[in-house]
């Protein structure tokens, strides 16, 4: 038996290298599948030459009575959902499988339990397809997603190097991109995420999860001045959340205990503020990053970019700091596999391809 796993093992390599070879002629011209299920959304795309072909998501509703993704439903989720959407995608995509040139999947980080199920389906099919399979980070195919091509003429991509702000349910970072391949976290948080942040305060507000997009609806009608929040001090670039959350939890609460409707009451307003605080917290460190590196060149990404307070924020900072400014599509902010493919499709030019026995990864490395 074990004898028989490591042949396979070798076969798929000696294939992935026969590849390797025969396929430099045309490396532009590739063909990338991408799986992403690091979370709660099991999803696939089709990209073709950086053109993005399809791109299929199936949400999972199960966590919202939850408060939060509870992994053992995602995996399961993920282990039903997984062959319908890649099979939805391949067909949407009007390809045939033996057309798919790359398997990219991603590798972390994310929970484990959710990214064995994507990892263990795209080595099989690698394998079984006798083509690579491309390793993604799950972080830096986010910043990626601004290279999806809508069209082979489509040259609106941010230019190296540009300050990413890659904020998402469990990361906030400010990353300087030099070059698909050479990224640096300048700065990044010390506790909760920004997506995190949203999450807290909606649960606090008794709104189901994922609560960030219901605080961004409520928000457009409600008054961003009309509560404060304690602001974190936190040196250079980096973040902290966790102050905030505790400074808004107690405030509802002393409100609460005067009118057990206060939150359903004021419940735009109370959104408006949160939302702004995390917001300001967020621009305050880009502004800083983007003075002190001499860089006006500034994209958002993850899926807090989806938010209509920070996307306003930047627009802002178009007129009045002069940045050239990057939002991401709504489909490519929350986690999707068009950015897994893009990053795939990057890493085919180098050859960056997986070892078959490679393993998926929790805390996977920014590095690599
Ligand atoms: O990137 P993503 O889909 O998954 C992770 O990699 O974490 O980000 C999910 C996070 C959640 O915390 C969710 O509440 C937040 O992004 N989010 C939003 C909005 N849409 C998604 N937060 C604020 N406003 C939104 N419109
Ligand atoms: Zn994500």
């Given at each position: 038996m074990k004898r028989n796993i490591q042949r396979s093992v070798r076969i798929g390599i000696m294939m992935a290298q026969k590849y390797k070879f025969a396929s430099r002629m045309r490396l532009e011209n590739t063909t990338i599948l991408g799986i992403e299920t690091s979370c709660d959304d099991t999803a696939a795309a089709v990209l073709k030459q950086g053109v993005l072909l399809s791109n299929i998501t199936a949400n999972q509703e199960v966590h919202q009575n939850f408060g939060g993704v509870v992994p053992e439903l995602a995996s399961r989720a993920h282990l039903q959902n997984i062959i319908p959407v890649v099979q939805e995608a391949i067909k949407q995509a009007g390809i045939r499988k033996s057309e798919i040139d790359a398997v990219a999947v991603t590798?972390?980080?994310?929970?484990m339990g959710s990214l064995l199920v994507g990892y263990s389906f795209a080595k099989s099919l690698s394998l079984s397809l006798g083509i690579p399979l491309i390793n993604v980070h799950h972080m830096r195919a986010h910043i990626l997603a601004h290279f999806i091509k809508k069209s082979p003429d489509d040259h609106g991509q941010p230019k190296f190097p540009f300050l990413c702000l890659t904020v998402s349910g469990g990361h906030t970072q400010i990353v300087k991109v030099n070059s698909p391949y050479e990224m640096e976290i300048l700065g990044e948080t010390k506790d909760d995420a920004a997506g995190e942040a949203f999450d807290k305060a909606a649960k606090i507000m008794g709104l189901p999860y994922p609560g960030g997009p219901l605080i961004d609806k409520y928000a457009k009608?409600?008054?961003?001045?009309?509560f404060t929040f304690g602001k974190p001090r936190v040196e250079g670039l980096d973040f902290s959340f966790s102050g905030l959350k505790t400074s808004f939890l107690y405030t509802l609460r002393k409100e609460v205990e005067k009118d057990p409707d206060f939150v359903e009451k004021n419940k735009k307003d109370i959104s408006a503020s949160i939302q702004s605080s995390i917001v300001d917290i967020l621009m305050e460190k880009l502004e800083k990053a983007s003075q002190e590196h001499g860089i006006q060149e500034i994209a958002i990404a993850g899926g807090v970019s989806a938010n209509g307070g920070l996307r306003e924020a930047l627009r802002s900072r178009k007129e009045s700091l002069g940045w050239t400014i990057h939002i991401p599509p709504m489909a490519y902010c929350t986690d999707n596999a068009a950015m897994i493919a893009m990053s795939g499709h990057f890493q085919f030019l180098k050859q960056d391809f997986s070892n078959l026995n490679a393993v998926a990864q929790a805390r996977k490395p920014f590095t690599k």
């Amino acid at each position: 038996m074990k004898r028989n796993i490591q042949r396979s093992v070798r076969i798929g390599i000696m294939m992935a290298q026969k590849y390797k070879f025969a396929s430099r002629m045309r490396l532009e011209n590739t063909t990338i599948l991408g799986i992403e299920t690091s979370c709660d959304d099991t999803a696939a795309a089709v990209l073709k030459q950086g053109v993005l072909l399809s791109n299929i998501t199936a949400n999972q509703e199960v966590h919202q009575n939850f408060g939060g993704v509870v992994p053992e439903l995602a995996s399961r989720a993920h282990l039903q959902n997984i062959i319908p959407v890649v099979q939805e995608a391949i067909k949407q995509a009007g390809i045939r499988k033996s057309e798919i040139d790359a398997v990219a999947v991603t590798q972390g980080p994310g929970l484990m339990g959710s990214l064995l199920v994507g990892y263990s389906f795209a080595k099989s099919l690698s394998l079984s397809l006798g083509i690579p399979l491309i390793n993604v980070h799950h972080m830096r195919a986010h910043i990626l997603a601004h290279f999806i091509k809508k069209s082979p003429d489509d040259h609106g991509q941010p230019k190296f190097p540009f300050l990413c702000l890659t904020v998402s349910g469990g990361h906030t970072q400010i990353v300087k991109v030099n070059s698909p391949y050479e990224m640096e976290i300048l700065g990044e948080t010390k506790d909760d995420a920004a997506g995190e942040a949203f999450d807290k305060a909606a649960k606090i507000m008794g709104l189901p999860y994922p609560g960030g997009p219901l605080i961004d609806k409520y928000a457009k009608d409600g008054n961003p001045s009309a509560f404060t929040f304690g602001k974190p001090r936190v040196e250079g670039l980096d973040f902290s959340f966790s102050g905030l959350k505790t400074s808004f939890l107690y405030t509802l609460r002393k409100e609460v205990e005067k009118d057990p409707d206060f939150v359903e009451k004021n419940k735009k307003d109370i959104s408006a503020s949160i939302q702004s605080s995390i917001v300001d917290i967020l621009m305050e460190k880009l502004e800083k990053a983007s003075q002190e590196h001499g860089i006006q060149e500034i994209a958002i990404a993850g899926g807090v970019s989806a938010n209509g307070g920070l996307r306003e924020a930047l627009r802002s900072r178009k007129e009045s700091l002069g940045w050239t400014i990057h939002i991401p599509p709504m489909a490519y902010c929350t986690d999707n596999a068009a950015m897994i493919a893009m990053s795939g499709h990057f890493q085919f030019l180098k050859q960056d391809f997986s070892n078959l026995n490679a393993v998926a990864q929790a805390r996977k490395p920014f590095t690599k």
